[in-house]
DNA sequence: TCAAAAGTGTTGCGCATACACCCATGG
DNA sequence: CCATGGGTGTATGCGCAACACTTTTGA
């Protein structure tokens, strides 16, 4: 791997991701911790080459962290305020730069970091089955945090979460984009806690499941038996 | 005005805006026409200051077009393919570059504009009467053209456009931002042909009418006397 | 009195919701 | 045979679309 060289990008402008993934009825999302004395968590990020598409760049930074390329992302809105400053990791790394010359700084790209950024914010969807988080160079940990109680994020990350939440909320429904968050056979019982755990709020089983269905956009496959006593479910793959 | 220095900008980094405007039954959108030999029609955009938000950018970019500033304006996608450069612009540009020096060059910002930039694309809505469109710099004229019949655009402004409208017809029910584009008063008719201007397709008028009313937005006033041999149309008011 | 355009009412359909019931499974 | 969870059917209400009818206006 090379050094880090802020001439091969694009300048002040960034690319944060949200990924999101489900399990165990959770909308998660995949949050790195900074690897620093205060722990900082900040959402998976990158910049863009400049001979890269920005849509290119989202990929790329998002397959270098889950090793998977076949996501589903969409660019959702740029976060562009005035004093848009990444100050929480500047502070943070103070002692950590003291140490270091100038040259060493560059090398290193923590005078590239103290610029102001634009960030345009992507949303991902994939399936956590499939997802090896990698750790970054400069993290401690990477983890999956449900969307409701996720640590304190730098910046404004809290609000780019928010505003990927909002938008697969309204796109759900639309673009039938959720099926990306399931493996690739599923009960209806997943599909329904999913969408449970999207919207947060409950739906009607029998309902939910005529809904589904009429969409006409799963294939009824085999019966899932769990070895539980009751009627066994039958397993859905979607067809799109 | 101070001669154009691209150290105040945020490199590579660009608005346009798509300006809708509504008369007579015609979705309109403001073009500007490029002083050249070859004409060129492009997107009204600009740049953004250092310290400046993007959201503040694209009001100072629409307000320096139309000289009105409380204005409907929405972010609604970002454009960054690889190679997003202005060709259009540079290859009409050669024999005017060419008389010019390298210093000569940069004041103008002439080496600035070829580079590859990433554009941030804007939706305004104006009361097309209140609007003096003004003529920048580089124009030859400005006009509103309907969006159904616009003239060929530079780069990829044309999909710009497209991605505007998709994005506006997505908003105008859910946000009844509509009324932005119409005048303080406006009598039903007006508003239902300005939605079938926007959808391009017809809406029964009792119908509309209805699902416009229930909206419990507007206010009824008196009535408009146009002295045709017919009923006369009340006036109404948008109440938000 | 008449044509043109505005305002209002009625009916039917599709979709989402609420309630109810039956079926399969393993202990 | 029973508890548990899965699958399906039916009634109701609301919003939208299609139809019809009445009212107002100035020539």
Redesign the interface.
Known sequence: MNSFNSKNY????SIDCVIFGYKEAELKVLIPKILLKKPLYSLPGGF?Y???????AAMRILEERTGINDIYLE?Y??F????RINKDLLDNMEEFSKQMNQIELEENGINWLSN?F?S?GYYALVDINKVNPKIGKMDESVEWYNVKSLPQLIMDHGEMVEKALETLRRNLDEKLIGFNLLPETFTMREVQELYEAVYDKPFARNNFQKKILDLNVLERLEKKFTGAANKAPYLYRFLM
């Open positions: 694009l300048q002040q402008l863009i400049l001979d890269e598409s920005i849509d290119n660019q809105h740029v562009g305020k005035e004093n102001r634009v345009i």
